[in-house]
């Protein structure tokens, strides 16, 4: 992956130009921003300009002995760490780099849902464990092999419990020579306060539309009307258009429950809504995660419905047609309420609670809000 190769962003590549050609790059970065907007592209390919022998005005050369190093992944300084799937025989990121890189190797635009199948773990909760972190230190406290710098790249910081956090601190505040840390987080938000005064954060903007669009037309061989659609309704996500183009079978299910969720409650249907709640809990956690921001999405959509103002509605056929019965019963009074309790429902799924007894009462909390 070269700057060359990153869609956009050309703000942050020139920034991150001219911190490397004045010799003034700061030990440990924090690229932030929403998920899908090229943070970890433009980690990679920073970290392989810095270790390129004969960089060019704008890019790595990647041709020489450093560039055909990093792009076989086998580079000696270049170093990841990212949440993981503990099993009985992997414990720390090391164990895992066949499917990391086999997954860096497919795109550099994915998510954790997409890493978490290719540690073949769909339904876990994955974490950097304090395991990992003694490793980054160690890896990180010896020189570089080749001289120049050592580049560590940790991808979702926010999944490192506080003590494995904590160890990781010392090493920020005094880094060894020549070491660049680059964070790359999508909710900052979790990341201890004393790890983000250590950091330099650089902001990644969302993508704009016309970005995503000419990507989606020129690297997925969308058609040109399709392509301006889904960038529009991406948020300036790229990995969001990506993941629209297939409109896959989760939002089909998605829709289905979150249409059934809202009939049961309506109907007051206890054993149903009890039923409701087993099908949702034997989807995985990031699944159920998912569906959640799905139907916050869908309570959105319906509210918004009520102002007939159409360019403001993103939904396709079938929820469209949902919604011409059921807007009216998302009204000022409850869709706080609705939203509030999703979200609350979302965060509860990190903590181990019993998801069957946590999706039936926000199912008996919506036959209070939808009377409303
Ligand atoms: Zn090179």
């Not at 041709?63 to 170093?79: F, I, N, T, V, Y």
């Not at 190797?105 to 073949?120: E, N, P, Q, R, V």
């Amino acid at each position: 992956m070269l700057f060359g190769n990153v869609i956009g962003q050309e703000d942050v590549k020139a920034m991150l130009r001219r911190l490397a050609k004045a010799n003034r790059i700061p030990h440990a970065l924090l690229f932030s921003g929403q998920q899908g907007v090229g943070k970890l592209a433009i980690a990679i390919a920073f970290g392989r300009y810095l270790l390129c022998e004969n960089k060019q005005e704008d890019d790595a050369c990647n041709q020489c002995p450093a560039c055909r190093q990093s792009l076989k992944w086998s580079h000696p300084d270049l170093h990841f760490s990212f949440p993981i799937v503990k099993k009985n025989t992997v414990q720390v990121c090391a164990d895992y780099l066949k499917e990391w890189y086999g997954l860096l190797g497919s795109s550099l635009y994915f998510g954790l849902d997409d890493w978490l199948d290719a540690m073949g773990a769909p339904d876990k909760n994955a974490l950097i464990p304090e395991a990992e972190c003694d490793s980054i230190i160690d890896q990180m406290s010896i020189s570089s092999y080749e001289g120049g710098y050592k580049v560590m790249i940790v991808w979702l910081p926010e999944r490192m419990n506080a003590s494995a956090a904590n160890n990781l601190l010392k090493t920020l505040e005094e880094p060894s020579r020549n070491t660049v840390f680059i964070l790359v987080s999508n909710d900052t938000s979790t990341i201890l306060p004393t790890i983000m005064s250590r950091v330099q954060e650089i902001v990644f903007r969302p993508l704009p539309t016309d970005v995503i669009a000419d990507a989606l037309v020129r690297r997925n061989a969308v058609d040109e009307g399709m392509a301006r659609q889904l960038a529009r309704i991406s948020g300036g996500s790229y990995l969001k258009a990506l993941q629209l183009i297939n409109v896959n079978s989760d939002s089909v299910a998605f829709f289905e429950q979150f249409a059934q969720l809202m009939r049961k409650a309506y109907g007051r249907d206890l054993p149903a809504l009890k039923e409701w709640a087993e099908d949702v809990t034997a989807w995985g956690k990031e699944k159920q995660k998912a569906f959640l921001d799905y139907c916050q999405n869908m309570i959105r959509e319906n509210f918004m419905y009520n102002f007939h103002r159409p360019e403001l509605n993103f939904m396709n056929d079938q929820e469209a047609q949902f919604a011409v019965r059921f807007a009216r019963f998302i009204n000022e009074r409850n869709v706080k309420g609705f939203m509030e309790e999703f979200s609350r429902a979302q965060k509860e799924i990190n903590h181990n609670i019993n998801s069957r007894t946590m999706f039936f009462a926000m199912a008996l909390q919506c036959i209070l809000l939808i009377k409303k």
